[in-house]
């Protein structure tokens, strides 16, 4: 008896959760204005809501990062169709780079408009700068970054494809140098 009186309430319980994870996608869906070709899909992005969801409440409980994560508008896209929709283009290896064997030249520097006249060949193909040396610096060391920015020019890249950037909704906070960082994806 006590079995099965578990086995009803662990039933019960998972259809609660359930419905609510419906609840909630049904409110994202109406405040995003999202609709679906049919029910398979919409079944299909419910479950990969649930999923984001629970990626979502699991990171924000675990309280190691500097911002909070939330759904959004990416919440019913699974990380890969994210990835392919918004950053779909792959980063040269920045060992690789042609800059960075060659230099800058002058024409690198702006676009020429169409009626500019013509262009002194010798000086464009001139170096306006060389690279001579780059280094990755450690994640999270703000002192080595103070430290090359005080030296020369500074290169950032940030990984926009993982499941952080996808789901976050609170501006990154920190306090460089006395001023507070604040970024939002502005992403279409």
């Known amino acids: 008896m006590l079995i099965i009186l578990a086995t009803f309430a662990s039933h019960v319980f998972s259809?609660?959760?359930?419905?609510?994870?419906?609840?909630?996608?049904?409110q994202w869906m109406a405040d995003y204005g999202r609709t679906y070709q049919d029910e398979a899909e919409k079944q299909m992005?419910?479950?990969i809501f649930k999923q984001n969801l629970e990626y979502v409440e699991k990171a924000n409980k675990e309280g190691n990062r500097t911002y909070k994560l939330s759904v959004n508008k990416f919440s019913d896209l699974t990380n890969e169709e994210f990835r392919a929709l918004y950053t779909g283009y792959k980063m040269p290896s920045t060992h690789d780079h042609p800059q960075r064997r060659s230099g800058y030249s002058h024409r690198n520097r702006l676009p020429v408009p169409?009626?500019?006249?013509t262009c002194d060949?010798?000086?464009a193909a001139t170096a306006a700068?060389?690279?001579?040396?780059?280094e990755d610096l450690p994640e999270n060391d703000e002192q080595a970054l103070l430290n090359a920015v005080s030296m020369h020019p500074v290169s950032v890249c940030i990984e926009?494809?993982?499941q952080d950037f996808q789901n976050y909704r609170m501006v990154f906070q920190r306090t460089m140098?006395?001023?507070?960082?604040i970024t939002r994806p502005s992403l279409s």
């Open 121 to 123: 060949a010798q000086k």
């Open 177 to 181: 140098w006395g001023l507070s960082v």
């Open 114 to 117: 169409s009626n500019a006249g």
């Open 45 to 47: 992005r419910l479950n």
């Open 160 to 162: 926009g494809g993982g």
């Open 15 to 26: 259809r609660t959760l359930q419905e609510s994870f419906v609840e909630k996608h049904e």
């Open 129 to 134: 700068a060389r690279i001579s040396k780059f």
